[in-house]
Nanobody
Framework: VQLQASGGGLVQAGGSLRLSCADS????????VGWFRQATGKEREFVAA????????TYSDDVKGRFTISRDRARNTVDLQMNSLKSEDTAVYYC?????????????????WGQGTQVTVSS
């Protein structure tokens, strides 16, 4: 599995970014996919996850209502639309493929990780 996260950058507080996770080997179409983030000096934490068919999504309380995870089967990507960004959203964001069709916040459910993309929100 070769996951590539992209779309990060520098944005002002209140702004938006859209992250994308691409699977170059087209292996995650039957698997749940999650987004995690890791701020400097902190543990990697769960952000959002989507089931294999996009029918089920789950979010951390910190991002619920501001972020939206979705699948684009034509592009074979899983995207994370991030709105109303806050300085505390600053982190490296990682996408990950789960072992099964459904997954949540537990990192042990994921067995393949992308390289991460930096999101910096200035206040």
């Amino acid at each position: 599995v070769q996951l590539q996260a992209s779309g990060g950058g520098l944005v002002q507080a209140g702004g938006s970014l859209r992250l994308s996770c691409a699977d170059s080997r087209r292996t995650f179409s039957n698997n749940a996919v999650g987004w995690f983030r890791q701020a400097t000096g902190k543990e990697r934490e769960f952000v959002a996850a989507i089931s294999w068919n996009g029918g089920s999504t789950t979010y951390s309380d910190d991002v619920k209502g501001r972020f939206t995870i979705s699948r684009d089967r034509a592009r074979n990507t899983v995207d994370l639309q991030m709105n109303s960004l806050k300085s505390e959203d600053t982190a490296v964001y990682y996408c990950a493929r789960a072992r099964s069709s459904f997954a949540g916040a537990d990192r042990s459910q994921y067995n393949a990780w992308g390289q991460g993309t930096q999101v910096t929100v200035s206040s």
